[in-house]
C-alpha cells in the first residue's frame, strides 16, 4: 500500500541553523511528493513539490530532491528563520485513479532566536 | 482569487447531532477532496467529488457523506456525531480528474468540535 513516515518532532533549532526533515514513503507506482506547511491556526499551504525521480523541488529556501532508489524525499533548509516555525507535512500523490493525497502524521519545527 | 474557502471556522455539536460543512473551491477548479485531520495528526482521505459525483472514498463510514454543486461548490455531512469525530476538516480543490489533475489548494478548515 501506499505510506509516507516522517521523523518524529518537535524539532527545535537556533535561528540561522540548517534544517533537515526526513521523509521515505512506500507507494505502487511513481507517485508525486509534496511537502505542505501548516502555521498555527491555518490550513495547508503547498511548500514545494517534484513529479518524478531526481527532480529537486524548491522555495522560499527549502528544497527536496525525490530519490527513488531510496525511496526518500527529505526536507532541508540552510539557514531556518523564527518565522518558520510550522508543522511540515511530507506526502505523496496516488498514482490510482482516486490521485489522493497520502500525508505523513507531521514534523513540528520550533525556530528559536 | 479567494482561494478555496470553508466555512465555518468553528463549530460545537453534541453527540449524535448532524453537522454540514461547506468549500468553495478555487477559481477556475472542479474537484473538490475532503480531509480529515485529528489532533496531532496528518490529514486522512475522505472523499473525493467531481462532476457532482463521489469518484473516490476513504476509509471512512457511511455517517460521513457530501454533495458537489453545479457551480463546484461542495459540503460535507456527518450523521450521528461521535466525539472522535472532532477535528479539523480541509477542504482541497485542484482541477481535473485522474492523471490530469492538477495539485491540491486547502483550505482554512472547519474546526469541528463533538462534546
Redesign the interface.
Known amino acids: 500500500g501506499n505510506s509516507v513516515t516522517q521523523m518524529e518532532g518537535p524539532v527545535t533549532l537556533s535561528e540561522e541553523a540548517f534544517l533537515t526533515i526526513n521523509c521515505t514513503y512506500t507507494a505502487t507506482g511513481y507517485p508525486s511528493l509534496f511537502w505542505y506547511v501548516q502555521y498555527p491556526g491555518e490550513g495547508l499551504q503547498l511548500l514545494l513539490k517534484a513529479t518524478k525521480a531526481d527532480d529537486k523541488g524548491s522555495n522560499k529556501g527549502f528544497e527536496a530532491t525525490y530519490r527513488k532508489e531510496t525511496t526518500s524525499f527529505h526536507l532541508e533548509k540552510g539557514s531556518v528563520q523564527v518565522s518558520d516555525s510550522a508543522v511540515y507535512f511530507c506526502a505523496l500523490r496516488t498514482v490510482d485513479s482516486s490521485y489522493k493525497l497520502i500525508f505523513g502524521s507531521g514534523t513540528r519545527l520550533l525556530v528559536r532566536p | 482569487d479567494a482561494g478555496?474557502t470553508?466555512s465555518p471556522t468553528h463549530l460545537i455539536k453534541t453527540r449524535g447531532q448532524q453537522v454540514t460543512l461547506r468549500c468553495s473551491p478555487k477559481s477556475g477548479h472542479d474537484t473538490v477532496?475532503w480531509?480529515q485531520q485529528a489532533l496531532?495528526?496528518?490529514?486522512?482521505?475522505i472523499f473525493?467529488y467531481y462532476e457532482e459525483e463521489e469518484?473516490?472514498r476513504?476509509n471512512f463510514p457511511d455517517r460521513f457523506s457530501g454533495h458537489q454543486y453545479p457551480n463546484y461548490s461542495s459540503e460535507l455531512n456527518v450523521n450521528a456525531l461521535l466525539l472522535g469525530d472532532s477535528a479539523l476538516y480541509?477542504c482541497?480543490s485542484s482541477s481535473g480528474?485522474?492523471?490530469l489533475?492538477t495539485?491540491?489548494?486547502?483550505?482554512?478548515?472547519t474546526r469541528l468540535t463533538v462534546v
Open positions: 478555496v470553508q477532496s480531509y496531532g495528526q496528518g490529514p486522512q482521505f473525493q469518484r473516490q476513504g480541509l482541497a480528474r485522474g492523471r489533475n495539485e491540491a489548494f486547502f483550505g482554512q478548515g
